[in-house]
């Protein structure tokens, strides 16, 4: 078996456990083909043609389990997926699967949890919308969230 080989056969290997982006294949290709970049295009070729590797498919999967699992919002999504080299409209189809009222209601429960930890401090609400902003989300959502929270905060006092 000669060295193209064992790297297509180690990377399908990997497709096969989990999603890979094209970026991110190329680059481990690259590296166990000691910098050939010819034989990586090939080997990458060869990977999207079996359908072991489909952008669109990582993009979908990446933005579902970063928005249900990870609490990140849109904006972050979308930064994630561009600096992995996937194009805007594969960005903006795997954002439009996500849930917008699942993803509103992990902002709320990511923005509780944070201001309880946060009681009694003079800046409470500047560092909450600072933190939900950091998670990627909206100004408009984040705004609206936190002014909630305030308020059921100062409602439970």
Known sequence: MTEYEKVLSSLQALCVKKECCTS???KKAVKALDGDREAADRLLASLVSD???????YAAAFAR??????????????L??????????????????????RAEDKLYKLVR???KTLVGDPYIKFKLIKYALSRGYEYDSVETCVCAVMDEMETTE
Do not use: H, Y
């Open 24 to 26: 991110d294949l190329f």
């Open 113 to 115: 949890a944070k201001a």
């Open 51 to 57: 359908k072991f590797v489909d952008d669109a498919r």
């Open 80 to 101: 994630a997926l561009r600096m992995k080299g996937i194009s805007r409209q594969e960005i903006d189809a795997a954002l439009s699967e996500i849930d917008p009222e």
């Open 65 to 78: 389990e970063k928005s249900s699992l990870t609490g990140w919002g849109p904006a972050k999504i979308s």
